[in-house]
Nanobody, 123 residues
């Protein structure tokens, strides 16, 4: 499975961005997919995840109510809509395909990772 994250950029605080994660090769249609982020000097942290059919989602407390994860199984895409962005959201965002079909929250539950897309939120 090859994953490609896109949609990052520079945005002002309070603004919005939509990240996309595409899969190729053996797609992630039957797998949970997650978004993680890593800020400079910090460890990678969980942001959000979605189960194989979109029936279950999970969010980090820091993004609840502001971010929404969704997926299109036909297009083999997963999206992360990010609203009300804050400077603390600045990080490289990675999408990953889980080892199973659930919406997992730990990095060890994921076997394939995309290359990351940079999100910068200015104050």
């Amino acid at each position: 499975v090859q994953l490609q994250a896109s949609g990052g950029g520079l945005v002002q605080a309070g603004g919005s961005l939509r990240l996309s994660c595409s899969s190729s090769g053996r797609t992630f249609s039957n797998n949970g997919v997650g978004w993680f982020r890593q800020a400079p000097g910090k460890e990678r942290e969980f942001v959000s995840s979605i189960s194989w059919n979109g029936g279950s989602t999970s969010y980090a407390d820091s993004v609840k109510g502001r971010f929404t994860i969704s997926r299109d199984r036909v297009k083999h895409m997963v999206y992360l809509q990010m609203n009300s962005l804050k400077p603390d959201d600045t990080a490289v965002y990675y999408c990953a395909s889980a080892r199973d079909s659930a919406a997992q929250a730990t990095p060890f539950s994921y076997s394939y990772w995309g290359q990351g897309t940079l999100v910068t939120v200015s104050s």
